[in-house]
């Protein structure tokens, strides 16, 4: 069974500023994990992903995500927040198939 | 490149109302699609998914039902709304030869009143 939990479910930042996204997961089997990132009201957009090659993993946007298997996390961070990265983030999960496991989400705040 | 539409972008409908959402997508062969609904406050839970014309399969029994006529289209049906029905719906599509990597629609939001 595969599973998702996104420690935070807001988290605000200022312009500027580091930002750090947090997802544990767990999983039977060798991973994949992704990114998303919404604007309210659109559609899904993919940031990165992982699928074991290497562990440390670039997006767009300036963001990327670091896979630690001996934690069972892949946090999101990125160096200097924009007040466009405001938006929901969403950590996933999948073992295999066609089965995508979405956290819940976290809804990250910029403020100027 | 690949692009996938959706609409109508919001439908406000009576309860009881019949349903038909549409999904297209373009730039792309055989691909597998998906239907999500998410609610509000949840996260997003899979209704559908398609690797094929004329092949559905269900994840939640429910008031809704899928259809694949063509290659790349896939449509979201409902003969009678319930207000539970309210939601944003996103489609979305993988590569036919592979699961993981899905890339989604800009949504429709449906709310039954």
């Known amino acids: 069974a595969q599973s998702v939990t996104q420690l935070d479910s807001h988290v605000s930042v200022s312009e500027g500023t580091p930002v750090l996204l947090r997802c544990n997961y767990s999983?039977?089997?060798?991973?994949?994990l992704f990114w998303y990132v919404q604007h309210p009201n659109k559609g899904l957009q993919l940031l990165l992903k992982y699928t074991s090659a290497a562990t440390l993993v670039k997006g767009i946007n300036g963001f990327e995500a670091e896979f630690k298997k001996s934690e069972t996390s892949f946090h999101l961070t990125k160096p200097s927040a924009h007040m466009s990265d405001a938006a929901e983030y969403f950590c996933?999960?999948?073992?295999?198939?066609?089965?995508?496991?979405f956290g819940k989400g976290t809804s990250l705040l910029v403020t100027p | 490149s690949q692009t996938i539409h959706q609409w109508p972008a919001t439908l406000v409908q009576p309860v009881g109302s019949p349903l038909s959402l549409e999904c297209t997508v373009e730039g792309t062969s055989n691909p597998n699609l998906y239907w999500y609904r998410q609610a509000a406050g949840r996260g997003l839970q899979l209704l559908f998914y398609s690797v094929g014309i004329g092949q559905i399969s269900s994840e939640v029994p429910q008031n809704l039902s899928a259809s694949r006529p063509q290659d790349r289209q896939f449509i979201l049906s409902s003969k009678k709304l319930l207000l539970s029905d309210s939601g944003f719906y996103l489609c979305?599509?993988?590569?036919?030869?592979?699961?993981?990597?899905?890339?989604f629609g800009p949504g429709t939001r449906l709310t039954v009143l």
């Open positions: 999983s039977s089997y060798s991973p994949s």
């Open positions: 996933v999960v999948s073992d295999s198939g066609y089965a995508l496991n």
């Open positions: 979305a599509w993988s590569p036919g030869s592979s699961y993981n990597e899905q890339f």
